[in-house]
């Protein structure tokens, strides 16, 4: 009998009811999402909130960090080494103020391009080789308006009104990337 492949979905965001909302916080509602989908069982450590999926001979570990946003690469890194999963058989799910709302695209490898979540993965996993699902949250609407403030907002009401055909966008992009994963293997 073969090992299961193991994948890793993290999703990017901050503890505490009061990020719930923000668009930094775009990662955990995708994973929340993510969950309802599979009926995933989450469970807690001290560093990250985690549930698992089987299909088709993988194990899919959904993994929100507890830590916040910019402290996020310990527990991605640690439960890559403790799991035996590889950096590019992880998909990371972040805010993107560098694309428009309601854009959402896949991407494998690249920079953090300032995103403090992205830097201090790529710092201690060691390698930038892992995909990306970027969610479009735009740039901050005024010049007076800090791209740290904005992304610590929540979204507005319209914003929200198109937000769980957003996410559900987001399900979709996510189980191709598996498919494309189940298709290869």
């Not at 194990?59 to 890559?80: A, C, D």
Request: glycine content about 8%.
């Amino acid at each position: 009998m073969t090992e299961k492949q193991k994948l890793l979905i993290v999703g990017l965001g901050n503890p505490g009811k009061e990020y719930a909302f923000n668009r930094h916080n775009i990662g955990f509602m995708v994973i929340d999402e993510l969950g309802k989908k599979y009926n995933v069982s989450f469970q807690s450590d001290k560093n990250s909130i985690f549930g698992k999926i089987e299909l088709e001979n993988k194990f899919i570990f959904l993994l929100k960090p507890t830590t916040y946003m910019n402290l996020s690469g310990n527990p991605v890194s640690s439960f890559l080494s403790k799991n035996g999963i590889l950096p590019n058989c992880m998909l990371v799910v972040h805010d993107e103020i560098d694309i428009p709302f309601e854009d959402i695209r896949l991407k494998f490898q690249g920079g953090h391009a300032g995103h403090n979540g992205l830097r201090n993965i790529i710092d201690r996993v060691g390698s930038k080789d892992f995909h990306r699902l970027r969610f479009g949250v735009g740039r901050p609407p005024r010049s007076d308006f800090s791209v740290a403030d904005f992304v610590l907002s929540n979204f507005t009401k319209e914003e929200k009104e198109k937000l769980y055909g957003l996410l559900n966008k987001s399900i979709l992009e996510i189980d191709k990337w598996i498919k494309n994963f189940l298709d290869v293997a």
